[in-house]
């Protein structure tokens, strides 16, 4: 079992750029696939990106391509989304997500057996 929190989120004007951490307990950190969600007020919880166990690997959604960077450093057990050339739209609760063993293809949320509490992200215009 792992536990993870989220920090880093906050209020940045648009254009700007954010780092967000996800850190997690245990020692199989590595063990797991990660992922970034984000869900917007009255929207469906959205796949932004997903790294493999080793870091090697990345996954992102065709709209944040270019402009989100997952990464992931295992000594630390955290997990990092950089988040550049901010928009109004990118406002949402982000969570980080960890998956067992899973692939960094996986994007859908339900797959995913761990959650953090989130961190929110505002972005003004």
């Known amino acids: 079992q792992v536990q993870l929190v989220e920090s880093g989120g906050g209020l940045v004007q648009a254009g700007g750029s954010l780092r967000l951490s996800c850190a997690a307990s245990?020692?199989?950190?590595?063990?797991?696939?990660m992922g970034w969600f984000r869900q917007a007020p009255g929207k469906e919880r959205q796949f932004v990106a997903a790294?493999?166990?080793?870091?090697?690997?990345?996954n992102y959604a065709d709209s944040l391509k270019g402009r989100f960077t997952i990464s992931r450093d295992n000594a630390k057990n955290t997990v990092y989304l950089q988040m550049n050339s901010l928009k109004p739209e990118d406002t949402a609760v982000y969570y980080c997500a960890a998956r067992p063993f899973g692939s960094v293809n996986t994007t859908a949320g339900r797959l995913y057996d761990y959650w953090g509490q989130g961190t929110p992200v505002t972005v003004s215009a």
């Open positions: 790294i493999s166990r080793s870091g090697l690997g990345t």
């Open positions: 245990g020692r199989t950190f590595s063990i797991y696939t």
